[in-house]
């Protein structure tokens, strides 16, 4: 569910470009990305979706548009969040951008909050900030506390935590402290919890800061189908 929602931000973002600040073309975003949640929920109703958005959506189709968003605080507004990192040009883009594709769904303060945090230091990798630098913009803009390792978290008896503020933080925490794009990843599934959009968000980080080394990239292929690859493809050219 993680991989397909991310592809579904990515293709309305490319296919609303360019993007416009005023609020009728945002809104034409969330519209856009709403009906392209449905469809891919749809599409692959297998998939693992969480309940509340699996809820949303079921409710949507019954009405025939999409429903009002849940007032969600939970991490998967953070996990699907990549794509604007690179679609927007500067900070300013960012927020704006983030926001606008968060409360599709998740239009509770700290749910948007959680994207805009990942999306920013997504894009300060890409652009070539230091770890340093991204950890003390995280922390006095967004104000998590990153300031712990994961051992210690793990230690302090962390448990299973879907909401941003008690993921985001954590996911943030592993990719400053890996050494590499698969140490990130180990460190966000060691950690336990949310292992999965933990390692979504840790990883969307490290991709921007490392790179994806190609043996990931070709494992990764063999679990989406050719229209899926299409659009990542498609999106990276766009971007790059």
Same mark, same amino acid.
């Given at each position: 569910?993680?991989?397909?929602?991310?592809?579904?931000?990515?293709?309305?973002?490319?296919?609303?470009?360019?993007?416009?600040y005023d609020?009728? +073309?945002?809104k034409?975003?969330?519209?856009?990305?709403?009906?392209?949640?449905?469809?891919?929920w749809y599409?692959?109703?297998?998939?693992?979706?969480? +309940?509340?958005?699996f809820?949303?959506?079921?409710k949507?189709?019954? /009405?025939?548009?999409?429903?009002?968003?849940?007032?969600?605080?939970?991490?998967?507004?953070?996990?699907?969040?990549?794509?604007?990192?690179?679609?927007?040009?500067?900070?300013?883009?960012?927020?704006?951008?983030?926001?606008?594709v968060?409360e =599709?769904?998740h239009?509770?303060?700290?749910?948007?909050?959680?994207?805009?945090? =990942?999306?920013?230091?997504?894009?300060?990798?890409?652009?070539g900030?230091?770890?340093?630098?991204?950890?003390?913009?995280?922390?006095?803009?967004?104000?998590?506390?990153?300031?712990?390792t994961?051992q210690?978290?793990?230690?302090s008896g962390?448990?299973?935590?879907?909401t941003?503020?008690? +993921? =985001?933080?954590?996911?943030?925490?592993?990719?400053?402290?890996?050494?590499?794009?698969?140490d990130?990843i180990?460190?966000?599934?060691? /950690?336990?919890?949310?292992?999965?959009?933990?390692?979504?968000?840790?990883? +969307?980080?490290?991709?921007?800061?490392?790179?994806?080394?190609?043996k990931?990239?070709?494992?990764?292929k063999?679990?989406?189908?050719?229209? /899926?690859?299409?659009?990542?493809?498609?999106?990276?050219?766009?971007?790059?």
């Open positions: 569910d993680d991989s397909y929602l991310t592809i579904a931000v990515a293709e309305t973002l490319m296919n609303n470009y360019p993007i416009k609020e009728k +073309s945002l034409k975003i969330q519209e856009d990305l709403a009906n392209a949640f449905i469809k891919t599409k692959h109703i297998g998939a693992g979706w969480g +309940s509340r958005f809820d949303w959506c079921k949507s189709a019954r /009405l025939g548009k999409p429903a009002e968003a849940y007032n969600s605080c939970g991490n998967g507004s953070a996990m699907r969040i990549s794509p604007v990192a690179y679609y927007a040009k500067n900070e300013e883009e960012i927020i704006k951008y983030a926001k606008a968060t =599709v769904t239009n509770h303060p700290e749910g948007i909050k959680g994207a805009q945090a =990942v999306a920013a230091a997504i894009w300060m990798a890409k652009e900030y230091g770890k340093c630098e991204i950890k003390d913009y995280i922390t006095k803009t967004y104000g998590y506390n990153l300031n712990r994961i210690e978290i793990k230690d962390y448990k299973f935590d879907s941003c503020q008690g +993921s =985001v933080p954590e996911a943030i925490i592993a990719f400053l402290e890996g050494d590499d794009f698969d990130v180990r460190l966000a599934i060691y /950690l336990g919890g949310d292992a999965d959009t933990q390692a979504a968000i840790a990883g +969307s980080i490290a991709e921007a800061f490392y790179g994806i080394p190609d990931n990239v070709e494992i990764a063999k679990y989406l189908d050719k229209n /899926l690859i299409d659009i990542v493809y498609q999106f990276n050219k766009f971007c790059f």
